[in-house]
């Protein structure tokens, strides 16, 4: 079974969701018919995520679990124990995805000193898929090198009209990996686009939902998050258009290139 079989392709993003108010958010994201989780250990909120999924009282095989191993999981004997804390967090015995958060800060440690360990982990059954997140192309082909074909479900890479990593995606389209977006919505700058804008008017949506149903449309998956229940039910409702071939090759020439997650120990992009 491949990823692209069984992940929904509209996540919610977990990143702020704390506490209270965000236990409450990922309810809310789940009652609108989110069916995909995504969290990270660098976001602190797998205890939220796990709570929520609780309360929902939904099954645990009806929504889709990803959490991201952080950087600081990379050394030698860490990073097993760390999932398995995370697991703890989410008070679940499985996730469905995990991904190397970031390669290691400015390359420091080689490649497969870390995802070695996630190939185990998966072996072991800790988790039913394995990815990578901030990859470029030439470390996805020591990925691929190291892991083998195929076992490499997905990147997570910034994405949105504003940077669309279009000679990444491709990368990534043509060797069967998964693109997923993270910032898909560019955290609330697509309203300073006024193509995006008259755009939205013609389809009675938003820049965001324009945004997200141009990403699934390209066959990606996209996580946007929000902690207001309108956003949230907006946002789920971009799957109801079908944006036209030629709004598709528009919003393309929206691209501007514009990164906002770049560290300065992060890899040297493509």
């Known amino acids: 079974m491949k990823l692209h079989d069984v992940m929904p392709r509209l996540g919610f993003g977990t990143y702020g969701r704390w506490n209270a108010e965000g236990i409450e958010a990922i ?3 789940l009652e609108a018919g989110y069916r995909h989780l995504d969290t990270a250990q660098t976001y602190d909120t797998e205890t ?23 950087t600081d999981n990379y050394g030698e004997g860490r990073l097993t124990p760390s999932l398995e804390e995370s697991l703890v967090r989410l008070d679940v015995d499985q996730v469905d995805l995990t991904l190397l958060h970031w390669p290691s800060p400015n390359g420091t440690q080689p490649l497969a000193e ?13 988790t039913r898929f394995v990815g ?14 190291i892991a083998g074909e195929g076992r490499i479900a997905t990147n997570q890479v910034e994405l949105n009209p504003f940077i669309q990593n279009k000679k990444l995606a491709k990368y990534c389209v043509d060797h069967g ?8 919505i560019a955290h609330g700058r697509l309203g300073d686009d006024a193509v995006l804008v008259d755009m939205a008017e013609r389809y009675n949506s938003s820049p965001e939902q324009l945004a997200l149903a141009f990403e699934l449309a390209k066959g990606y998956a996209a996580i946007p998050t929000s902690g207001k ?3 949230i039910v907006s946002n789920f409702s971009a799957q109801r258009l079908q ?11 929206r691209d501007r290139n514009l990164r906002a997650i770049a560290p300065d120990w992060g890899p040297d992009w493509d």
């Open 243 to 253: 944006l036209s071939p030629e709004d598709i090759a528009l919003i393309e020439t």
């Open 229 to 231: 229940p309108e956003r």
């Open 48 to 70: 939220e995520v796990g709570t929520a999924l609780k309360q929902s009282g939904l099954a645990r095989d009806e929504v889709f679990l990803t959490t991201k191993i952080s």
């Open 27 to 29: 309810l809310c994201a």
């Open 114 to 126: 870390y995802l070695e360990p996630l190939l185990e982990a998966q072996d072991s059954g800790l």
């Open 132 to 145: 990578v997140s901030n990859f470029t192309i030439a470390l996805l082909d020591q990925a691929r090198s």
């Open 177 to 184: 990996i998964l693109v997923t977006c993270y910032q898909p």
